[in-house]
């Protein structure tokens, strides 16, 4: 069968067993008419990814076929499969907070160019790379494709990544190492969608971000000095301050004591990405508050409330801190986003 008769295909059977039972939405060209189909195809990509121009091959007719699967967190996992497809994202900005996100791709069949930053990277079957949903970014997949993409909120990767902005457009290669286990580990989850239990899917959200972590970090270019074990152990460490960073009485010495290192150790750990235990810790409760403000379940609580629920107990400290980080005070936050809820709602 020719690359370009993809369309003819019938989906996998996870398209369709494991659609209701883990709470999936399925959306295809299939259901569309052939003169709707790219008008469909801009508003479907545009409200579920990113707002996008899509310019489709001349000589093949318009194919997409995607299905979200909605994890923890935010993180959604959507197996897409499509015909020559070029993608170009739009200068408009992003009219969901939902969409204020990265985005892992992995190549399971076809070619696949992504560009953006400055950088181009040709993918070949199995390999994975990043992207900034928000930014400018070009997707060129010149034959029929397949690819399995996977949705992270900007703050659940900013917490785990340093330098995310300077890893997009670079390929994680699936021939060896831990970019083989990671392509192998997410191509395995996908297939065996009609095998497992919402309950267990959910789980994964966790082992998922750790894996692409490990991944990801391996690009970093001030990661790459340390050995394989201290880079392991940073991670961990990491790992523990994102799970308690909201107990304001988290301490270097109970750090130091909950992952058996010594506090200067792990400081030293900290010194390769140019900062400290400390310092790391109040820029993950950063994160934590600006996701709890930018959240529209906890509006109807306090600046101060949710302040003292990521860990700080200091408000003049905290309105210091969030303003250097972010440009504006936590009100002013909130207030943005408020308005832009009224703009686009």
């Known amino acids: 069968m020719k690359d370009n008769q993809i369309s003819n295909r019938k989906p ?48 093949e007719p318009i194919f997409n076929d995607m299905t979200i699967y909605p994890l923890q967190s935010g993180v959604r996992l959507s197996p897409i499969r499509t015909n020559s ?10 009219t969901e907070i939902e969409q204020d996100c990265y985005f892992a791709v992995l190549l399971t069949s076809g070619k696949y160019k992504l560009e953006q930053g400055g950088r181009e990277v040709f993918l070949e079957k199995g390999d994975m790379a990043l992207y900034d949903a928000t930014e400018w970014h070009r997707i060129t997949m010149p034959q029929a494709a397949s690819k399995i993409l996977i ?5 659940l990767l900013d917490q785990r990544i340093h330098n995310v902005a300077n890893l997009t457009a670079n390929k994680i290669s699936a021939k060896s190492g831990i970019g083989a286990v990671t392509s192998s580990y997410i191509q395995t989850t996908v297939n065996q969608l009609d095998c497992i239990d919402k309950s267990s899917f959910l789980e994964m959200t966790e082992p998922v971000m750790d894996i692409l972590s490990l991944s990801i ?112 005070s936590p009100r002013q936050f909130r207030q943005s986003l408020k308005e832009t809820d009224s703009i686009f709602r």
């Open 85 to 94: 497809l070029k993608i170009e994202r739009l200068s408009q900005e992003p």
């Open 151 to 155: 949705s992270i909120p900007r703050q």
């Open 217 to 328: 970090n391996q690009l970093n270019p001030r990661s790459i000095h340390l050995s394989g074990t201290k880079n392991s152990t940073l991670f961990h460490v990491k790992k523990y301050i994102r799970k308690h960073c909201d107990n304001s009485e988290l301490t270097p010495e109970i750090i130091s004591q909950a992952v058996g290192l010594s506090v200067r150790y792990i400081n030293n750990l900290f010194n390769t990405e140019t900062t400290s235990l400390m310092r790391y810790v109040t820029q993950q409760r950063l994160c934590l508050a600006r996701s709890l403000l930018g959240s529209h379940r906890y509006s109807h609580q306090s600046i101060t409330e949710l302040a003292m629920q990521s860990g700080f107990n200091n408000m003049a400290h905290f309105s210091r801190v969030f303003k250097m980080k972010y440009s504006m």
């Open 12 to 59: 996998k059977p996870y398209d369709r067993s494991s659609l209701a039972r883990l709470g999936g939405q399925h959306f295809s060209t299939d259901n569309q008419s052939m003169t709707s189909r790219l008008e469909w195809l801009k508003e479907i990509i545009g409200r579920e990814y990113a707002n996008v121009d899509v310019t489709p091959h001349k000589d």
